[in-house]
């Protein structure tokens, strides 16, 4: 089975832009968890999708959004851009099984740098 | 609260020694405790976990031991190799994944 896949791997961008990213999950995971990986604050939660609807979120501020497609796949987004959203972004899909954090498979992630 | 915190910050070994990574949480509503496993360019991956309910779970090198009166976890990594330096985190959950802050682990051949 393939992995997650995280679309682009590298993306650089400058403050006030708005970014893009996919994960596409592995065959059959039905949720999908975002996370923003940083030095400073590591890792953290940015929002859970299952079956097409957020399920949970972190605490990050509205410019962050996601979204995710009927066939699992999911887009998040974010606004206005900021020199801290530099940050390695990590998707990470689990079975249907309860669909809950335990057994979740990450990314290689997508690196965004905001100039 | 929901914070997770991991010790030590780096951590440097001989091959063949004994890594011991220690973490606390604080909110007794977790109930999966995983430790993830991170190289270089990668993302996250699944190591080992427990539920509360056990003590102790092992799996090849790698072992968690748990204490649910002190509210404190860690991984023993037996035999340590260089192939195992690495970033290792745990985790804590309820509903989503806490995680601490991280050791590096440096395994000197």
């Known amino acids: 089975k393939a992995g997650v896949t995280q679309t682009p791997r590298y993306l650089i961008k400058t403050r006030g832009q708005q970014v893009t990213l996919s994960c596409s999950p592995i065959?059959?995971?039905?949720?999908v968890s975002w996370y923003q990986q940083t030095p400073g604050q590591g890792l953290q939660f940015l929002f859970e999708?299952?079956?097409?609807?957020?399920?949970n979120k972190g605490n990050f501020p509205g410019r962050f959004s996601g979204r995710q497609f009927s066939n699992s796949r999911s887009e998040m987004n974010v606004s206005t851009l900021e020199l801290g959203d530099s940050a390695l972004y990590l998707c990470?899909?689990?079975?249907?099984?309860?669909?809950?954090?335990?057994?979740?498979?990450f990314g290689p992630g997508t690196r965004l740098t905001v100039l | 609260q929901q914070q997770v915190k991991q010790s030590p910050q780096s951590l440097i070994v001989q091959k063949g020694g004994i890594s011991i990574i220690n973490c606390a949480y604080e909110?007794?509503?977790?109930?999966?405790f995983p430790w993830y496993q991170q190289f270089p360019g990668k993302g996250p991956a699944l190591l080992i976990a427990?539920?509360?309910?056990?003590s102790e779970k092992k799996e090849g090198r790698f072992t968690i031991s748990f204490n649910k009166s002190a509210k404190q976890f860690s991984l023993h990594i037996m035999d340590s190799q260089p192939g195992d330096s690495a970033t290792y985190f745990c985790?804590?959950?309820?509903?989503?994944?806490?995680f601490g802050s991280g050791t590096q682990l440096t395994v000197l051949p």
């Open positions: 427990i539920r509360p309910d056990v």
């Open positions: 999708y299952f079956s097409e609807t957020q399920r």
């Open positions: 985790a804590a959950a309820q509903r989503q994944l806490t």
């Open positions: 990470a899909s689990s079975p249907p099984t309860g669909g809950g954090p335990d057994t979740q498979y």
């Open positions: 909110n007794t509503a977790f109930d999966y």
């Open positions: 065959s059959g995971h039905r949720s």
